[in-house]
């Protein structure tokens, strides 16, 4: 089956820092990709939707300028959290189509990041 | 956006027992899926059933969906310790657009 990675897996880092999270389609080229986010004890919430080669789209409320979402090639989409702080800690999830199956979305493992 | 509720929020159960968790949704969808996911980890995808679908089976799960209540239910019989998660409903809105999740069922089985 279509696998998607993450890395890293869990991360930690000061106030105030950069943290790139990259999304890999291992076996297959994902058009788009998907970026959520996941406060303890909480669900998903989606983040922005990243089609290679274009801007991402945003949600409502999630601050572009911050969460800086590159989608350069067909396998790999990276979410950079800049100027990180304590409340950005949560688990990061991304998700892949699969073209033409595109009902079928394939879930990376998630990346843990906790801000100090 | 949340698109809507999972009931119950938690649910504890003995070993065998089954288990039931509904979700609702509010606008129309393309189709419905189920996820599971273990504390701190991933998620673990179900199954999935389609808007024009109105039962599906995948082993000990059983999924129900109306649309006309804009409901789904997953029950899973004779439930194991390692039942034990949250599990998560999503939806979507047509094909190759983002999920949409519930809120999330805690499932708690004991031996």
Known sequence: ?116 | SQQGEEDPQALSIQEGENATMNCSYKTSINNLQWYRQNSGRGLVHLILIRSNEREKHSGRLRVTLDTSKKSSSLLITASRAADTASYFCATDSSPGTALIFGKGTTLSVSS
Not at chain 1, 11 to 16: E, F, L, T
């Open chain 1, 1 to 116: 089956g279509a696998v998607v990675s993450q890395h890293p897996s869990w991360v930690i880092c000061k106030s105030g820092t950069s943290v790139k999270i990259e999304c890999r389609s291992l076996d297959f080229q994902a058009t788009t990709m998907f970026w959520y986010r996941q406060f303890p004890k909480q669900s998903l919430m989606l983040m922005a939707t990243s089609n290679e080669g274009s801007k991402a789209t945003y949600e409502q409320g999630v601050e572009k300028d911050k969460f800086l979402i590159n989608h350069a090639s067909l396998t790999l989409s990276t979410l950079t959290v800049t100027s990180a702080h304590p409340e950005d800690s949560s688990f990061y999830i991304c998700s892949a189509i699969l073209p033409p199956l595109a009902d079928t979305q394939y879930f990376g493992p998630g990346t843990r990041l906790t801000v100090l």
